[in-house]
């Protein structure tokens, strides 16, 4: 199984209403250290209606500023459309909506 493969799985694994940071995907996948492979996957996601990708999450909360599947702004629609609401400052309250993997 590829890296890209690994990442693909885990975040198939993140349920609905629910968000995982590149971290904690990196994390699952076996290396803390692939954040940013993690991106360069997602960016790359070969069914992004299967692999939901819109529910990755920078570390502080925030969607990505150009989401690869529709533009800006689609990755904050997905994820509302999912019931997650955003703070203020355009962020996604981890404590609240983060998927630890559990």
């Not at 990442?7 to 699952?28: D, E, R, W």
């Not at 909360?61 to 203020?88: C, D, K, N, S, Y």
Request: proline share 7%.
């Amino acid at each position: 199984m590829t890296v890209f493969e690994t990442i693909y799985q885990v975040v198939q694994q993140i349920p609905s209403g629910k968000v995982a940071t590149y971290g904690m995907v990196a994390q699952l996948a076996g290396n803390p250290r692939w954040a940013r492979v993690v991106g360069y996957a997602l960016h790359h996601n070969p069914l992004p209606g299967v692999i939901p990708c819109h529910r990755v999450v920078n570390r502080q909360g925030r969607p990505a500023a150009t989401f690869a599947f529709g533009g800006e702004g689609v990755q904050r629609q997905l994820l509302e459309a999912e019931g997650i609401v955003f703070l203020p400052d355009g962020s996604v309250d981890l404590t609240r909506y983060g998927w630890t993997g559990e």
